[in-house]
């Protein structure tokens, strides 16, 4: 029997995810139960893209779509992977709906890739070639680094880090309630904030920010309280270089940290993480202040997976 395309449309749900959460850069992440819906579907030529909500304005970018160029991108790995090489199918179909805003600190952009790998491996006859660790690499290859990727792939809590075998992640469970994102209406491109690190740290610096991920992992793994969270959320590498690109989230997060809340600028911001639910927000009216969409999150338990009928299908 020759090998072929799927003939049903596939439809994944991608989380949004929080890197960082304070001294963990460039390594630390957690998935929210925040979702991106992508239904991809071979046709018979042509390409044909819907998007609902957030990003809407780009629908018309046809092969320079993020989530079109990574399906073709993960089609062509599994075409190198041995088995069957079809080449790229005749026409794609794609529809988006997106809630996870864009441009604000919340894995937009890890979401779309992870959405294309796994669509592109249940499209694929030889789908199930591109393991979890192919997934990674390439979702990372194509993000940059691997902090969003890696809980948008496996849900939870992720460490992730790249030795001698490429990007890697380790997932875990935290014990931790409800957390809220507090979401400005101004977006800040991921480049401008990373653009504002310095080339150095200071020694004391970074060995305060080793112990702090150090103690968020115990404090995150071990359902410690919010004094414990507070002092472990503490950072000194990244964020106060980053604040003259993001004032209004850098005065709310000290605003915040000054009240005893654990507060940190999720990602690259501007989106503020609150280790704190969203009715104890509302009872410190005063320090948020005007201006910030409240979501009342969980940790999503799952990653990216494919929705068949209401149910959700790892892939």
């Keep these: 029997m020759t090998a072929s395309w799927a003939s049903a449309p596939v439809l994944v749900r991608a989380p949004a995810t929080s890197a960082n959460l304070g001294p963990g850069f460039d390594s630390l992440g957690l998935a929210l139960t925040l979702y991106d819906e992508v239904e991809v579907a071979v046709t018979g030529g042509g390409l044909a893209i819907e998007v609902e909500g957030e990003g809407a304005e780009v629908a018309d970018r046809g092969e320079r779509h993020l989530i079109v160029s990574v399906l073709g991108r993960a089609f062509d790995m599994l075409n190198g992977l041995g088995g069957a090489d079809l080449g790229r199918p005749p026409g794609l179909r794609l529809r988006c709906v997106n809630r996870i805003p864009h441009s604000r600190g919340l894995g937009s952009s890890s979401a779309a890739i992870v959405a294309g790998i796994v669509a592109a491996r249940h499209l694929h006859p030889e789908g199930h070639r591109l393991d979890d660790a192919a997934a990674l690499r390439l979702a990372t290859e194509i993000e940059g680094h691997p902090d969003n990727v890696a809980p948008c792939l496996a849900g939870g809590l992720t460490i992730a880090w790249t030795g001698a075998q490429g990007p890697r992640s380790v997932r875990l469970d935290p014990k931790l309630g409800e957390v809220t994102a507090l979401v400005p209406e101004q977006r800040l491109a991921t480049e401008r904030a990373r653009g504002l690190l310095p080339e150095t740290v200071p020694h004391g610096d970074a060995a305060a920010n080793a112990g702090r991920a150090a103690l968020l992992i115990a404090a995150l ?56 639910t969203a009715a104890q927000v509302d009872s410190m009216c005063a320090e948020v202040g005007n201006g910030w969409h409240i979501h009342p999150l969980n940790v999503a338990p799952q990653g990216a997976c494919v929705r068949h009928g209401g149910s959700s299908v790892r892939p």
């Excluded at 793994?221 to 270089?241: I, K, Y």
Aim: charge should be negative.
């Design 221 to 276: 793994s071990q359902g410690l309280g919010q004094d414990v969270l507070l002092e472990a959320t503490e950072d000194r590498l990244h964020q106060d270089h980053r604040a003259p690109a993001m004032p209004e989230s850098a005065e709310l997060v000290a605003r915040l940290r000054a009240k005893g809340v654990p507060a940190v600028i999720s990602g690259a911001g501007p989106t503020v993480l609150v280790f704190t």
